[in-house]
């Protein structure tokens, strides 16, 4: 009892051999009756409380669960060092159990915390490990005849209470071999335990789990955080490694068959398309012509002339724009001619009105292009019409005769585009825009190519070749010198013969049936020109054909010169491609408006082939009555606004005048949407009813064509006075 109240008094020191015998005295003491016991717990309360890293409880105390020395109570210096006189307590011992300890054998874990959660330890120094080794060194020489209440425990014991849970983590044997199922195996999770050498990686992708599996998440193709960000490749399995326990847990707990996400639609295909389909996926040459069928832009309403959606368009073009015949691309360099060209230009404009000024010192020599591609060379010769973006102009080919010859000379080739045989002359008319676009070539090309070979693909003027620079863009296309529509509206103007000022109804009616017959076929194959209008009609009096006779009398298929008169329609640069968009698609108009375009446009309303058709009614109104087209509105069915409008033109026509013909007309066109039932589909384009406002007109100009002056009269003036204005 003296030397326990003396020990507790002194200062602890673990490492001395004082100590140690101390340690010993104590546990060699003889076991007290149970009356000295309860002595020693008086004894011991009236002390003053205080414990100090002396005190020891025996028995249930000294369990894995006890208090234990840490190295912050046992002084740093002394725990931190291991003294010499280890080796005799080592040697004393007989316990099979001297040569191992919970901490010696347990792997070492960064983490004490986690070390505290699996082991159920509490964290102690190794000055502790070889107290505890002390301890467990003299516990089977003690003397324990008579004493069953003596049962000693040490944290290591194998012997535990069954309210104790104390577990470690042992080394695994030489023989061992890791499990290559799936990240925790059954018989692990039974025990609670986790297998050896456990990669982080590996736990970090089990953080997934099965439910996130079933949930519709691109888990496939998305990164964990055990994968490199900066590879995109699928981890290699070696040999003898795991794999993803993540695919493992797919491929075992879940038997059914994850559907993987679809990127593209599918389609029925035949044996073809098979093939087609093993060509692209393979790479070959016609990879990008065989892509699937389908509309380009796929919004329900947008803006046609947008450029996002034309560059959308040409990035999408099946086969592509570079494939076309005639079409030079050299977007990355510079061009840098326009302000040469429109110098010269207004030099040449200037001139010709003060004929004094025709001298050769005030005149410098005209530009002279050249084309990457093509050996014709082009002069300048003056201008033909300007515009805010695009100015046209007179080009002659200046190269040598005889390859312009062998030119036209060229016959067809199986597998070139189809214009690489057209009959080029010396004149050409050129357009240069700025800024740059392709636009208007794609959309004649594709009209004439979608027409082919008729009458309705002769009344769109040719295109030869588009060169594409980075800061501007040429258009060379066939030229024609007889004027346009407007032109014939202001020589009949001019004209003091002419009744009123205005063209003879047989003629107007001879032209409007021309156009009606090309912007029937142009949409019905998908085509709007966007920019009807008289100016952007040239008029197409060419002469016929010396073995047929250019007879008197109207035909309406062609037939005796008549398929050599008519219009050639120009400027596309508003033309529209409808297959690229969806069907059911409505475009907006997103810029100012006037009265020569259409009443949805101007209310702010959808429109489609609607802006086509209030063009040609423009062009008849202005060949009719002299002027620009005005409408008035006149109050249709329904009450408030579910209320329609029925649109009219504001002048009235001539009561000698077709007016049953003209009226149906410009109720056609002015209002084309109440007209569908007819239509295939009860929707736009009103192609059977233009068809029957256009055999109507045919009907009565065959019939009434050599009356009074006569169409073919009419004709002929018309182109004399054509070349006296020339002059």
């Not at 046992?74 to 011992?93: I, M």
């Not at 290699?236 to 068959?257: K, Q, T, W, Y």
């Not at 597998?415 to 008319?429: H, I, P, S, V, Y």
Request: charged residues 30%; hydrophobic residues 35%; proline residues 5%.
């Amino acid at each position: 009892m003296t030397k326990r109240k003396a020990s507790k008094e002194q200062t602890m020191t673990l490492h001395t051999r004082a100590a140690t015998d101390e340690i010993y005295d104590l546990f060699n003491q003889p076991l007290k009756a149970p009356g000295d016991e309860e002595e020693e717990e008086e004894e011991d309360t009236d002390d003053d409380g205080e414990m100090t890293d002396g005190d020891y409880t025996s028995g249930g105390e000294s369990t894995g669960t006890g208090r234990l020395l840490t190295t912050s109570e046992a002084g740093d210096d002394e725990t931190s060092q291991v003294g010499d006189d280890d080796e005799t307590s080592e040697a004393k011992s007989v316990s099979e159990w001297s040569e191992f300890t919970a901490r010696k054998h347990i792997p070492s874990i960064d983490d004490d915390e986690e070390d505290d959660e699996l082991t159920g330890a509490s964290n102690f120094t190794d000055a502790d490990q070889d107290l505890g080794e002390f301890i467990k060194v003299k516990a089977p020489s003690f003397d324990s005849q008579g004493s069953e209440e003596y049962d000693l425990i040490t944290p290591t014991s194998p012997e535990l209470p069954s309210n104790l849970r104390t577990m470690f983590v042992p080394i695994p044997p030489e023989d061992y071999e890791p499990p290559t199922r799936q990240y925790r195996d059954p018989s692990q999770v039974s025990q609670n335990r986790l297998p050896f050498m456990t990669p982080i990686a590996e736990k970090t992708e089990s953080s997934l789990g099965i439910n996130t599996v079933r949930g519709e998440k691109d888990y496939f193709n998305s990164k964990t955080p055990s994968k490199n960000n900066s590879s995109k490749k699928p981890p290699v399995r070696l040999e003898g490694c795991d794999s993803s326990p993540f695919r493992e847990v797919i491929n075992e707990a879940l038997p059914e068959r994850i559907a993987q996400p679809q990127l593209i639609k599918t389609f029925k295909t035949n044996k073809t398309t098979s093939i087609a389909a093993k060509i692209q996926a393979s790479g070959g040459p016609l990879a990008r012509e065989l892509a699937l069928k389908g509309p380009i832009i796929t919004d329900a309403q947008c803006n046609p002339v947008d450029d996002y959606n034309r560059n959308l368009i040409f990035q999408n073009l099946q086969p592509p724009l570079n494939t076309y015949e005639g079409f030079f691309e050299q977007q990355d360099e510079p061009r840098s001619r326009s302000i040469e060209i429109k110098k010269y230009a207004k030099a040449i404009a200037k001139m010709s009105k003060n004929a004094n000024e025709k001298t050769s010192t005030n005149l410098a020599m005209p530009p002279v292009l050249h084309f990457p591609g093509t050996d014709r060379q082009y002069m300048l010769k003056k201008e033909l019409g300007a515009g805010a973006f695009a100015p046209v102009y007179l080009i002659e080919n200046v190269a040598d005769e005889n390859s312009i010859e062998l030119e036209n000379d060229a016959k067809d080739v199986i597998g070139k585009d189809c214009f690489n045989n057209l009959k080029r002359k010396n004149l050409e008319a050129l357009k240069m825009e700025d800024p740059p676009t392709a636009w208007e070539f794609y959309i004649m090309r594709q009209a004439k190519r979608r027409l082919g070979i008729s009458r309705a693909a002769d009344s769109i003027i040719n295109v030869y070749e588009m060169h594409l620079y980075a800061d501007e863009c040429y258009l060379i296309e066939e030229f024609r010198d007889q004027g346009t529509l407007l032109d014939i509206i202001n020589i009949a103007r001019a004209d003091s013969t002419a009744p009123g000022g205005v063209m003879d109804e047989s003629l107007v009616m001879f032209f409007a049936i021309e156009l009606f017959r090309t912007i029937e076929a142009l949409h019905s194959k998908g085509i709007l020109h966007g920019d009807l209008k008289a100016d952007n009609c040239l008029v197409r009096l060419d002469q016929a054909i010396d073995s047929n006779v250019w007879t008197s009398k109207y035909r309406r298929d062609g037939s005796g010169g008549w398929n050599c008169k008519g219009v050639a329609l120009i400027d596309f640069g508003r033309g529209i491609d409808m297959t690229v968009f969806r069907p059911d698609v409505q475009f907006i108009a997103d810029w100012k408006t006037g009265p020569g375009d259409c009443a949805e446009m101007r209310e702010l309303r959808p429109w489609t082939y609607q802006i086509d058709y209030h063009g040609l009614a423009g062009i008849i109104h202005s060949m009719l009555f002299g002027k620009y087209i005005d409408t008035l509105a006149d109050k249709g069915a329904g009450i408030g606004a579910s209320s329609t409008k029925k649109w009219r033109i504001r002048e009235g026509l001539k009561r000698y005048w077709q007016t049953e013909i003209w009226a149906q007309i410009f109720e056609l066109l002015l209002n084309p949407s109440m007209h569908l039932e007819i239509e295939e589909g009860m929707k736009l384009p009103v192609l059977k009813g233009m068809k029957e406002a256009r055999e109507q007109m045919e009907n009565w100009l065959e019939a009434n064509s050599e009356k009074g002056v006569g169409l073919q009269a009419s004709i002929r003036k018309l182109e004399l006075a054509i070349r006296e204005r020339r002059r």
